[in-house]
């Protein structure tokens, strides 16, 4: 009995050891909607901050983030230099966990492994705030799930962007082949943070907004266009003084002709987009050829002033392109027709590509209602021929929440603002219409900021000697809910339901309902507060999600401890009978010290097949799962760590508790 005693306390001591470079940087939230964990798990250290603004990184505890001390002298999405060392931040060239070579499993992980608050340096944008200065950032906020009349773009990529209000719902998407993309498709695309923000910063767009919205450069790919040489410049131009695309992948499809032939970038001319607009400049005989004739990829431009970046005191000023830009998905509700003298009349004629309605207009001079939208935070673009009403004049861009708008409409340092909503007081900033809509006031509050409707009907109580209330009914919760069935989630959440069916969940009867709870309410109002969302909820919480009496966390468990070293943590533990995945993974590391839980492993919407197409309900391949968070080295195998082991059921699984010594234990087969 000692000898085997002996041999445990080697093992175990092997293990602390070999586990010492456990947990690099990039732990996978497993669920693409849920934040990132900002603190990883180190034996000798304990949990330690996965980023300090110190201009230090130690690997493998830290996210890489070049000049991370003060990144406002470096633009790690625009700024690259020829010795740049921005790439590493994102990107793995030989050991990468994503497709395109990302540190982390998707995007959205990628994003918010900075952008959750892990980099203070930086915007926190699920909270919207401004680095450490805590003020609000200008797009609003994407929430972690549960905050009050939450309402956000869902960038996790749990939908298309057809999906889009006032987008393409008919099927028949647009399609154009160019030399670098053959049947390029919009609408039909997966909706991320990539969807309006361009990481490697084309175009040239404020906030990195991207130039190819919804497939915008591909469809409108430009052949053979006149520039004209310009004596003043030296210059090749255009007067539509287009931007252009370029760069991987939009190279085969960038070309000059000079005189019929194909000339080579950088041997034959040179580009300059310096200025806003991409021009021309031929290494021979620049100016003796009257015109050249290009093709390329317009970018779809925003351009906006911005002041104070990344302090207290920032400003943003949009003064060209926002309204096409949000028109791109929301396509029917671009009423912007550039003449901003000019009502369309779109409220009172049917207006629309893909579905007609009655539409408020955008694109039109504020004048008249500049002076009060101010007390409500609303913005308008700045044009050069005048100051007209945009998307954002009512929206926020990500998202708001009870608790956004408590810190924007409700702060006292704003003088305009906080006497305009100080009577409405916190109480009052609650949505009732079902959804919040991304406004930048609760309800219809940004309607009555410029139309006023309260004061002109002052007098109505006096004069009819009546107090008029107002009752709302709405779905704040998913108490009284009734199942649905899982078909009817496939209309909004179309990707992970056709995953869901390639699943052990689907195949065993397990539908949606069982993990998000009774979607009656949901489907009829569809809001964040009356649909379970597992993400939202602590480590324990989603944890006990899958481990429910009917699912992994049936089966008994006997535990008892035979051996106890005395003031180590470390303790032999013997089960006398199979015990539940879930009860066995609680014992493990991962959970009690990681933060780690089911989903940070396992896709319950989905399945991955590894080159012999044996398929997995995993969100990466079992060794580059492991790698996502281990510095594993080639020859690891996942195996040794979770050996088969047999199930109250009769079933062998993977062991769960990834302790090696385990193995040696009853019941291992």
Not at 183 to 200: N, Q, R, Y
Request: with cysteine.
């Amino acid at each position: 009995m000692k000898g085997k005693i002996k041999v445990l306390c080697l093992l175990i001591l092997a293990l602390l050891i070999l586990g010492s470079n456990a947990y690099a940087a990039q732990l996978l939230t497993g669920d693409t909607y849920a934040p990132t964990v900002k603190k990883v798990y180190d034996e000798q250290r304990g949990m330690v901050s996965k980023f300090n603004a110190d201009d230090k990184t130690y690997y493998p505890n830290e996210i890489y983030l070049p000049n991370e001390a003060n990144p406002a002298n470096y633009r790690i999405h625009t700024n690259y230099s020829k010795n740049t060392d921005a790439c590493a931040a994102c990107h793995a060239t030989h050991t990468a966990v994503g497709q395109t070579l990302l540190q982390w499993g998707t995007v959205y992980d990628t994003c918010m492994a900075c952008h959750d608050g892990t980099i203070s340096t930086t915007y926190d944008v699920q909270m919207g705030t401004i680095a450490t200065t805590q003020k609000p950032t200008y797009g609003g906020m994407f929430g972690s799930g549960n905050e009050d009349s939450l309402s956000n773009h869902l960038v996790t990529g749990a939908v298309q962007i057809f999906a889009a209000p006032g987008g393409n719902v008919t099927g028949n998407y647009e399609t154009n082949d160019t030399p670098d993309k053959a049947g390029a498709t919009a609408w039909d695309i997966t909706f991320g943070c990539e969807s309006c923000h361009s990481p490697h910063g084309l175009g040239g767009n404020a906030r990195i907004l991207n130039p190819n919205v919804n497939a915008y450069s591909y469809l409108n790919y430009k052949s053979n266009v006149a520039y004209v040489y310009n004596s003043a410049t030296g210059y090749y131009e255009n007067s539509q003084k287009y931007q252009w695309v370029r760069s991987y992948p939009y190279n085969k499809g960038t070309q000059v002709w000079v005189n019929g032939q194909l000339k080579t970038e950088g041997v034959d001319y040179l580009l300059d987009g310096t200025s806003g607009e991409t021009r021309i400049k031929l290494l021979q005989g620049n100016g003796s050829v009257t015109v050249v004739y290009a093709y390329f990829y317009p970018a779809l431009q925003v351009k906006m002033e911005v002041k104070n970046y990344l302090q207290s005191g920032e400003s943003v000023q949009h003064t060209s392109g926002i309204n096409q830009f949000c028109g791109a998905c929301h396509t029917d509700y671009n009423t912007d027709t550039g003449d901003i003298d000019t009502s369309t009349g779109s409220s009172d004629k049917l207006t629309g590509h893909y579905t007609e309605a009655y539409r408020h207009q955008v694109g039109f001079k504020v004048d008249e209602f500049k002076a009060f939208l101010p007390l409500t935070n609303m913005v308008y673009e700045k044009r050069s021929n005048g100051d007209v009403m945009t998307c954002l004049t009512c929206h926020y861009a990500h998202g708001v929440s009870k608790e956004f708008w408590k810190r924007t409409l409700l702060d006292s340092t704003k003088a305009a603002v906080y006497g305009y909503w100080s009577e409405v007081g916190e109480n009052g900033l609650k949505e009732l219409a079902g959804s919040s809509a991304l406004k930048r006031a609760p309800n219809m509050g940004t309607c009555e900021t410029c139309h006023r409707k309260g004061p002109a009907a002052e007098g109505y109580n006096a004069n009819t000697g009546q107090s008029v209330s107002v009752t709302a009914t709405t779905y704040e919760s998913q108490t009284g809910a009734t199942a649905v069935g899982s078909g009817k989630c496939q209309s909004c959440h179309p990707k992970y339901y056709t995953g869901w069916s390639k699943t052990a969940h689907f195949d065993n009867g397990v539908g949606c309902e069982a993990c998000h709870g009774n979607g009656s309410l949901h489907v009829k109002a569809p809001n964040s507060r009356n649909i379970t969302n597992p993400a939202t909820k602590n480590v324990e919480g989603k944890v006990d999600t899958c481990g429910t009496a009917n699912c992994h966390g049936k089966g008994a468990t006997k535990r008892t401890e035979i051996y106890d070293f005395g003031g180590v943590s470390e303790s032999i533990i013997y089960y006398s009978e199979a015990m539940s995945q879930v009860q066995e993974f609680k014992e493990s590391k991962h959970y009690s010290k990681g933060g780690v839980y089911c989903s940070t492993c396992h896709n319950p919407h989905g399945m991955i097949a590894d080159k012999n197409g044996i398929e997995k309900q995993l969100k990466y391949l079992p060794n580059a799962l492991c790698g996502s968070c281990h510095d594993t080295g080639a020859a690891f195998d996942w195996a040794t760590f979770m050996p088969k082991v047999a199930r109250s059921d009769g079933s062998d699984q993977a062991l769960h508790s990834f302790t090696a010594f385990e193995s040696e234990m009853p019941g291992l087969r």
